[in-house]
Nanobody, 123 residues
Framework: QVQLVESGGGSVQAGGSLTLSCVLS??????VGWFRRAPGKEREGVAA????????FYANSTLGRFRISLDTAKNTVFLQMNSLKVEDTAMYYC??????????????????WGQGTQVSVSS
């Protein structure tokens, strides 16, 4: 059974940090991405990683503050988020696919999604 399970969301003050985890089961992914959706806004690609090469991608809004990484032994992808801003408040989703079918920031590139974890940043 293919499944992605996110955890690590929560509430934090601006300037704080959180680390999200995404455990992959039943899938050997060629690409894993993190997306977010804030109320009233479009879904946004946050970061992605190609597990076989380790190559990473970041949105301009998160570059330098967020870091995506992979623990192959635990089949887990992490999103370390530092210097959080109020505008980072959103539901965060992990997504994966067994092939790279398109650009990393397009949700259509991914065939499997997690249920999401909420991140709330207060001023």
């Amino acid at each position: 059974q293919v499944q992605l399970v996110e955890s690590g969301g929560g509430s934090v003050q601006a300037g704080g940090s959180l680390t999200l985890s995404c455990v992959l089961s039943g899938v050997t992914a060629d690409i894993v991405g993190w997306f977010r959706r804030a109320p009233g806004k479009e879904r946004e690609g946050v970061a992605a990683i190609l597990p076989h090469s380790g190559y990473t991608f970041y949105a301009n809004s998160t570059l330098g503050r967020f870091r995506i990484s992979l623990d192959t032994a635990k089949n887990t992808v992490f999103l370390q988020m530092n210097s959080l801003k109020v505008e980072d408040t959103a539901m965060y989703y992990c997504a994966a696919d067994t092939m790279v079918r398109g650009v990393w920031y397009d949700g259509g590139t991914y065939g499997v999604w997690g249920q999401g974890t909420q991140v709330s940043v207060s001023s």
